[in-house]
């Protein structure tokens, strides 16, 4: 009886460590949302060609490169986006992990905070997704694909062949697993 009591206890901390992370990040990317907003230009529809090589230009706040803001209307959905992936940084708000909006090959991972992307599991193919850069160029995507991917199939997750435009992924609740959106330019 008493191993069971240790054990709901250490639960129970885990779970209590888990919230005030979700409230940590909720609050540093509102407060990154904003300043990006007052440094970000004008919104103005991304068209025609765009170079593959360029590179995406860069805000810093607080210590952090961002490349932009991720929307999802249909999930209530909306964060500021670091320009590389680090652990420390997926404290604070979902990141690239590799990739462009330029090259038609971007991936941004988050942890599956309830304020960030544990969102994602409520997506349905059709969605819209939005991502605009800190120059203001929107650029919109539809959701064309939902899955799980196994921890280990890393090249899954950047699509070496090319299949999808954007891709936005995190744990499963377990943690045992990844849930992908892929995604196509409109």
Avoid at 20 to 40: F, G, I, K, V, Y
Avoid at 59 to 69: C, K, L, R, S
Avoid at 83 to 96: E, N
Avoid at 112 to 133: P, Q, W
Wanted: charged share 20%; with cysteine; glycine share 6%.
């Amino acid at each position: 009886m008493a191993v069971g009591a240790v054990l709901i206890l250490v639960a129970a901390g885990q779970c209590a460590a888990y919230l005030w992370e979700d409230q940590q990040a909720q609050a540093a990317s509102e407060n990154a949302l904003s300043d990006l907003r007052d440094q970000m230009g004008p919104n103005k529809t991304a068209v025609g060609w765009m170079d593959p090589n360029r590179a995406m230009d860069e805000v810093e706040i607080d210590g952090i490169a961002y490349v932009g803001t991720i929307s999802i209307s249909s999930v209530d959905l909306d964060l500021p986006v670091a320009s590389a992936f680090s652990y420390d940084v997926i404290l604070t708000a979902p990141a690239r992990y590799s990739g462009s909006v330029y090259a038609d090959d971007m991936v941004i991972l988050a942890h599956s905070y309830a304020s960030h992307f544990a969102k994602l599991y409520n997506i349905a193919v059709g969605d819209e997704v939005v991502f605009t850069t800190v120059t203001g160029e929107m650029f919109s995507y539809v959701v064309t694909y939902c899955e799980t991917v196994e921890p280990t199939q890393v090249d899954e997750m950047i699509d070496p062949k090319g299949d999808w435009d954007l891709t936005l992924f995190t744990c499963t609740s377990s943690g045992s697993a990844r849930w992908a959106v892929r995604c196509d330019r409109k």
